[in-house]
């Protein structure tokens, strides 16, 4: 779209008829990052939405040579954060001079400037809201021909008005579309959820119906009496996984979202999990690079994601070690799990994070599982902007790695 | 058959699913044949060609069971097969009885009785 052929007006009516011409939220937010930038003659445009499970702002279309990917707690620790705490619309026009002018809970974050090699002078942010309800942001940086002026600003609110309503629009389709997924998705996990319950249920009363009909085979009531009471736990354990699992998928937090310190978190599920390792004999170590690695996490989710993945490798090691690293590669905190158990065949690697799948060979040993956890862990690790990583050898063992996006110093007060 | 008696081949990926049929086959005069997967189910049919089989529809994955059936009925279209199923009648009417080529569905948790009069009805 070409806004430098038509005056303002003329480019906000075109712009309007696009978006709402259009239902896909991340084509409307790249045109109108586009058209920001090129009408305002920006080196920099980047529409951030507000994610509400996280309170976070997460970009959504950039222009300009940023990193792919932009999380920002809703505070006042970023100019962007400023504009959705407060709602406010304004201009910097120097993001390295003194900011108390404008107000004094402005705050520049000059540590993405660093990592993107970049120098921020002037910057523009302004909320997009719909009804009273700041839905995202606006930020546009470096006016190329000279710094941005109030009248630019201007500009700026008036594409912010219609990007609250387009967003409300599309969400709408958006919300529509995901719903029959959902909803097929929900009828496979029905089907699934209903074998696998319906199987120790079975089993349980086949065996109390031999038990039964067949009196003259005293040696099997033990066995059998046994093999009933374990089928019944199994069934306890597998309602209580999903349950979890349902609580995973609803994507409410399961505790409260804040900044953790992930060394101090995994240095607790390692205690616990030393005595188990110790009791089958296995080695257990964690080696830390630094002492403290903070991220913004949900505590009780990032207990879950500790305690399957660190309780899988010692569950699934019949003898050798499980070893815990912990460390900082770029922008991210680096949990690293690695065990000389099982492994995982190659077969079943791409489907290990499906629900209710465990690997044939974990099937087949003797090792108690529902299938349903690695599931809920990659779901809230991915969430959060983070992502999960398993390499993996059969009868050789297996390395996760949890990458998560690290809290920015700046922002911890 | 094998020394007088009919021999019945089991595909359940269950331990205790096999053991109960096991018992039940044993106590009542047939031969039971034991397979956890399809896989094996298909190797134990071709070496010990049984009179009937029962193989449970899902296993090492969803279809387990009904690509079992298809597999044998290339080659076989008389030997009655049973499949066992947890979802349930509504769901598993899904399945073309007459398509796959089976001789019924059998809801677990199975029927001692019912079990024991489909055999005597398909075999005897």
């Not at chain 1, 119906?209 to 067949?214: Q, R, S, V």
């Not at chain 1, 066995?223 to 998928?249: F, N, P, W, Y």
């Not at chain 1, 060394?263 to 296995?282: M, N």
């Not at chain 1, 489907?351 to 956890?373: D, H, Q, T, W």
Request: charged letters at 25%; a negative charge; one cysteine or more.
């Amino acid at each position: 779209m070409e806004c430098t052929r038509l005056n303002n007006n003329e480019c906000l009516i075109e712009l309007y008829d696009q978006m709402l011409g259009d239902t896909d939220i991340s084509s409307v937010l790249r045109v109108v990052a586009d058209v920001a930038c090129a009408n305002l003659k920006a080196e920099r445009a980047t529409v951030y939405l507000v994610d509400e499970s996280t309170n976070e702002l997460q970009s959504a279309a950039v222009i300009g040579n940023v990193p792919c990917s932009i999380r920002l707690p809703i505070k006042e620790s970023s100019l962007a954060g400023y504009c959705a705490v407060t709602g406010r619309s304004f201009v910097v026009p120097d993001a390295y001079g003194d900011l108390s002018v404008i107000d004094e809970r402005l705050h520049f974050d000059r540590s993405w400037d660093k990592k993107t090699k970049f120098r921020t002078r002037d910057v523009m942010c302004t909320p997009a809201m719909f009804k009273g309800k700041i839905m995202g942001v606006i930020q546009v940086l470096n006016g190329k021909d000279r710094s941005f002026q109030e009248s630019d600003l201007n500009v700026l609110k008036n594409i912010s008005h219609m990007v609250g309503y387009a967003l409300y629009h599309a969400k709408i389709y958006d919300d529509l579309a995901t719903m029959k997924k959902l909803e097929m998705e929900k009828a496979r996990f029905m089907q699934i959820m209903v074998h696998e319950l319906k199987s120790p249920v079975a089993a349980s009363k086949m065996m109390t119906d031999i038990l039964k009909n067949y009196k003259n085979k005293p040696e099997k009531m033990v066995s059998l009496t046994g093999r009933i009471a374990d089928r019944l736990d199994q069934m306890s354990q597998l309602i209580r996984d999903i349950l979890e699992l349902a609580s995973v998928k609803s994507g409410v937090p399961l505790g409260d979202v804040s900044e953790l310190n992930i060394v101090a978190e995994t240095q607790e599920h390692y205690k616990v999990c030393c005595d188990q390792a110790k009791q089958k004999g296995l080695e257990m170590s964690m080696e830390v690079a630094e002492k403290e690695l903070f991220v913004r996490f949900d505590s009780q989710g990032l207990s879950l994601v500790l305690s399957n993945i660190i309780g899988n490798a010692v569950k699934y090691t019949g003898e050798g070690s499980v070893k815990i690293k912990l460390s900082r590669q770029d922008e991210w905190a680096v949990i690293e799990v690695s065990d000389t158990g099982i492994g995982i065949p190659e077969a079943d690697i791409p489907k290990l994070f499906g629900e209710f799948y465990r690997a044939s060979n974990a099937r087949k040993s003797n090792i108690p599982g529902s299938g349903v956890g690695l599931a809920g862990v990659k779901n809230i690790i991915e969430r959060f902007g983070g992502r999960l990583e398993l390499q993996s050898r059969e009868n050789e063992g297996s390395i996760f790695s949890v990458y998560l996006p690290l809290y920015s110093d700046t922002w911890r007060s | 058959m094998q020394d007088g008696k009919y021999v019945v081949l089991c595909i359940d990926d269950d331990a205790d699913i096999r053991e109960c049929l096991q018992i039940i086959l044993e106590e009542n005069d047939y031969i039971p044949v034991l397979a956890e997967s399809a896989e094996e189910g298909y190797r134990v049919y071709e070496e010990t060609k049984p009179d009937l089989i029962i193989v449970d529809m899902m296993m090492e994955i969803a279809d387990a069971g009904t690509d079992f059936t298809k597999k044998v009925r290339e080659h076989n279209k008389n030997i009655p097969i049973y499949m066992l199923s947890s979802v349930g009648a509504g769901l598993s009417m899904n399945i073309d009885y007459n398509e796959i080529g089976l001789t019924g569905i059998l809801q677990k948790p199975i029927d001692n009785d019912l079990l024991l009069s489909l055999l005597t009805a398909s075999l005897k």
